[in-house]
């Protein structure tokens, strides 16, 4: 190292001009190459340059993803590659930044790729208090064409029972699943509103157990296991609705849904009472049609 990247190792502030002789260094110490605009190669007025990880194990996804943005904005890119640890640390070093890639757009720098997709317009800022509705969209919606293709494959009318005991059990399953990639968060969130888990706490934790079996159970369409796939949907469903209208409706409360999981934006609400309903009517049919 040299002297000049021993005292830039101690900068506090990060460069935010790429005119700085730093930046200017590092363009040229590095290797990459030089990506001109497809439409606009001499246009000058959207200049970018990106410094990202390109090594032999390893090239960072998020510097793909800002390289990909930068060409379909049709910018002139200065891509520059970080080959190894060392230039790794002398670009987070010099730039007083933590992560990369780091780009810079007509001079100022933006920042990491979050920022870039947002300086882009590919993106809206993220916030903590953000509430989203995409988990669940996104559950429901591949459940109800995995529906469709069965109905299609077995000639079965979409708008009959047997179509929604269906699209109700992909969706428990999948549910689920979610649930138990992450099982203690959410058990947490899950404690923040249900009434048996918090008598029970141990509920929380067998909750998307019963899920699971339950929804399978009403694919596996079998007698016997229906009267308690029947049992465990009715008896779930009953409790879920009860304290969702409680949290939300008779208490105020303005929670997360743990239906697709404990780390979700999901707002608890009709979309949770609305997974309960289904549970509670599936479960009611199923035990109609047993006895």
Known sequence: MTDNTQDISKQANPINDANNPQVKNLIERLSGEHISSGNNSDNKAKQAIIFRMVMDKHICPFGLKSLDALKHADYDIIDRHITNDEENKLVKNTLGVKTTPQTFINGK?????????????????????????????????????????????????????????????FSMCVLAIKKLEDLQSFSTGFLGYDLLARKVVRYAYVYPFFEAFAGVSMLANQPWLSVIAGIVSLSIGLIGGVSVIKAVYIDKRELKCACVGGNSNVPLGAISLTENVMMVVMGAYMLSQAF
Do not use: K
Not at 114 to 122: A, T, Y
């Open 109 to 169: 720098r933006i920042g990491g790729n979050d920022d870039l997709q947002v300086f882009l317009g590919n993106a809206e800022p993220e916030s903590e208090d953000d509430t989203s509705y995409t988990p669940i969209i996104a559950v429901f919606g591949v459940t109800a064409l995995m529906t469709l293709a069965l109905c299609w494959a077995s000639s079965v009318s979409v708008l009959s029972m047997q179509a929604l005991m269906w699209f109700v059990a």
